[in-house]
């Protein structure tokens, strides 16, 4: 095999690894809670049409190599970039609506909760849309059984126990209440509201003992939702820049052996 049948056989092996890649990851973002919603589903779905798409060019490419390895990478390239410059948008609006939120960090807790106002306005739009939180984000979480281990392993637990536990975002944001609610601790899954106490939190008066119930319907359980949202799509926006990235490389190398071969 020739120099350049070489070059391009790595190229372009190099290509269909980095498509499976993208590929499985689109699949992943199918398969989370919050991720595989409607509303935010369309992120793992494009990237597996793309992904799709791309791995067409690469057999394209090589059915070529052997006879013109050059053009069969010319063509794969060519082809493809309308959709690497689609992946490069995705990757870079799923950073963008991703980069604000997170837990805060509350002393003598293993855990941490989240609060709905810490996360971009576009995710917050989503989650404070009373028929989205019903008819889908909620019931995606319940059916999930996100407070599972609060009636299992977290049963018998004392408050000292309870507190050192390092709990999910779903599980800190809808299956207990707010520490600020102050209520006072009998199980995991069993509290007392305090009597003639005005809570500034709202969520308070929206916690329930009942299992079905819960804090399915607080703003914290929104902000663990948009939580799994981040991460997942913060992860996928670097990867998607990276792919990109290395793209944008691959290009370049192709037409530096274009140009020293001519």
Known sequence: ????????????????????????????????????????????????????????FFYIGC?????????????????????IVALAALGIFALAVSNKGGGKSIPGRSYKEYRVESYSKWMRNKVNDTHNWETYY????????????????????????????????FESGCCKPSED???????????????????TNNDCNRWDNDPNVFCFN???CKAAFLQDLKSRW???????????????????????LLCRDS
């Open 1 to 56: 095999m020739s120099g350049e049948k070489k070059f391009a056989a790595c190229l372009m092996a190099f290509e269909y690894g980095t498509f499976a890649v993208a590929l499985g990851l689109g699949w992943k973002l199918l398969d989370g809670i919050s991720s595989r919603c409607p509303g935010f589903r369309f992120l793992g779905i494009t990237l597996v049409v793309i992904r799709a798409s791309l791995l067409v």
């Open 218 to 220: 607080c703003q914290s």
């Open 138 to 169: 909620k019931k995606a979480v319940v059916k999930n059984h996100v407070c599972e281990k609060f009636g299992k392993e977290y049963k018998l637990d004392t408050l000292d126990q309870f507190h050192k536990r390092k709990m999910s975002h």
């Open 181 to 199: 609610c102050n209520f006072s601790y009998t199980s995991p899954s069993i509290w007392e509201k305090p009597t003639n106490v005005n809570n």
């Open 234 to 256: 913060s992860v996928t926006g670097i990867i998607l820049v990276v792919i990109v990235s290395k793209q944008f490389l691959l290009g370049i190398c192709l037409i530096c």
């Open 63 to 83: 059915a070529t190599v052997d006879s013109a390895p050059e053009a069969a990478l010319g063509k794969s390239l060519c082809c493809s970039v309308p959709l």
